[in-house]
């Protein structure tokens, strides 16, 4: 038999003693060791937070549509006020684009009465002032559309969902402008040729003056209207290069002041009592009065009219497709 040896101590069993034996596996830690329970309040939080950011950028799109929208429709407005301006005045304006039929009288100069050339003339007055206040109508109305089509393309990061609306209200914009455009080279036009047959009535009254004076026997009052007539004519030759005035016109204009020309002459010599410078210029007058009397003024209105047709077209054109949609 061996020597004694005595049982192994116990474990401890106070808090802070050294364990000499492990506890089992299986065995649950003491009750100071226990984990802390999870933090679910943080899982929650992490939620919550994002749940706040998806509804801000829902709110933030959502205010981004509203806003796009309506600032769109305010320039649409904005627009289509200034687009119904501007189609009032080209409507008004069509009377005047479309009056160089009526205005303009291309007819008879030469054996017409004082009367009829006055009224002439007074319609050449008209077509002359209102194509100038068309003239001056046409650049206040580009420039507000011009206004206006700026204003659709701006600030385009924020009209997405408008953009067809907006493009289309431009493209009417635009066919508007090139309708102006084409009104400002007629009415240009227009008062060119108006001034010109202002000048060309003036001459023609000047002319009957002179004959009515002349068949009276009215030296001095025939003296009188030549100077007239000297004056107008010279005014007229220089007018008319107008657009849409054919080359004959100068020719004819060219025979009526040679022919105040040849009438002074005669006066002149009969004034001088000198016979043979008088029967010359007498002569002279006859042969002038014959080529005055021979001049065809017929066709002057067909060569005008070929001559603005296609201006009148394009503005007519640009005015229909403004207008659709």
């Not at 001034?195 to 060309?200: D, G, I, N, P």
Request: proline residues 7%; without cysteine; glycine residues 6%.
């Amino acid at each position: 038999m061996g020597p004694y040896e005595p049982p192994p101590d116990p474990p401890p069993s106070y808090p802070g003693a050294s364990a000499a034996v492990p506890p089992p596996p299986d065995a649950p830690p003491p009750y100071w060791q226990a984990a802390p329970p999870p933090r679910r309040s943080s899982h929650l939080g992490l939620i919550i937070a994002a749940v706040a950011v998806v509804l801000v950028l829902v709110a933030g799109v959502g205010g981004y549509v509203v806003v796009g929208l309506a600032y769109a429709q305010s320039r649409l407005n904005s627009a289509s006020s200034s687009y119904n301006t501007v189609v009032d005045h080209l409507n008004a304006m069509n009377d005047t684009i479309n009056s160089v039929k009526t205005q303009i009288n291309t007819g008879a100069v030469t054996g017409s009465t004082g009367t009829s050339l006055q009224q002439n003339k007074s319609l050449a007055d008209q077509f002359v002032s209102s194509s100038q206040t068309a003239q001056s109508q046409i650049a206040t109305d580009d420039a507000s559309l011009a206004s206006a089509d700026s204003s659709l393309k701006e600030n385009q990061w924020l009209t997405p969902l408008s953009r067809d609306q907006l493009n289309h209200a431009s493209a009417r914009i635009g066919h508007a402008r090139a309708a102006l455009a084409a009104a400002k080279t007629i009415t240009a036009d227009y008062v060119q040729i108006g001034v010109f047959f202002q000048a060309l009535y003036a001459t023609a009254i000047d002319l009957d003056t002179l004959g009515t004076m002349s068949q009276s026997s009215d030296l001095t009052g025939a003296a009188a209207a030549d100077v007239t007539l000297k004056a107008d004519v010279a005014k007229a030759i220089q007018l008319d290069k107008a657009p849409g005035l054919p080359p004959e016109m100068d020719a004819a204009l060219v025979e009526i002041q040679s022919l105040a020309t040849d009438f002074a002459q005669l006066l002149n010599a009969a004034a001088a009592n000198n016979a043979t410078a008088a029967q010359s210029a007498y002569a002279a007058l006859q042969a002038d009065v014959a080529k005055v009397q021979a001049a065809d003024f017929s066709g002057i209105g067909t060569e005008i009219d070929n001559f603005y047709q296609p201006l009148i077209d394009q503005y007519n054109s640009e005015v229909d497709q403004a207008n659709q949609g």
